[in-house]
């Protein structure tokens, strides 16, 4: 129904930078909510950043002034411009979208498969 292929994952070294892309696709009729959420090992998976459709961005305080949440409407993509990486920025990062479906008010949640970053110092 609806398929998010994430991209962009990969090791730097610490003060490096990445950026990760997530895109959606499949039976969408409008997209609200777009959302980085990481996980590192043995910690719960936790919100990195999001973004509304109308632009409102919302960061975690650990990413503030580091990471970037953008998005591309027409290309139904969401990216995190990630710069002055940390080691304890390592993690699996996973996009989630939230999708209205045609002729239906419900909105639902889809997640990206995740991306592994590994940042060594």
């Known amino acids: 129904q609806v398929q998010l ?23 969408i009729f409008s997209i609200d909510t ?16 999001d ?3 109308f632009g409102s961005t919302n960061y975690a305080d650990s990413v503030k002034g580091r990471f970037t949440i953008s998005r ?8 995190l411009q990630m710069n002055s990486l940390e080691p304890e920025d390592t993690a699996v990062y996973f996009c989630k979208v939230q999708v209205r479906r045609p002729n239906s008010p419900t909105r639902y949640d889809y997640w990206g498969q995740g991306t592994q970053v590994t940042v060594s110092s």
């Open 34 to 49: 777009m959302a980085w959420y990481r996980q590192a090992p043995e910690k719960q998976r936790e919100l990195v950043a």
């Open 51 to 53: 973004v509304t459709n």
């Open 5 to 27: 292929v994430e991209s962009g994952g990969g090791l730097v070294q610490a003060g490096g930078s990445l950026r990760l892309s997530c895109a959606a696709s499949g039976t």
């Open 72 to 79: 591309d409407n027409a290309k139904r993509t969401v990216y």
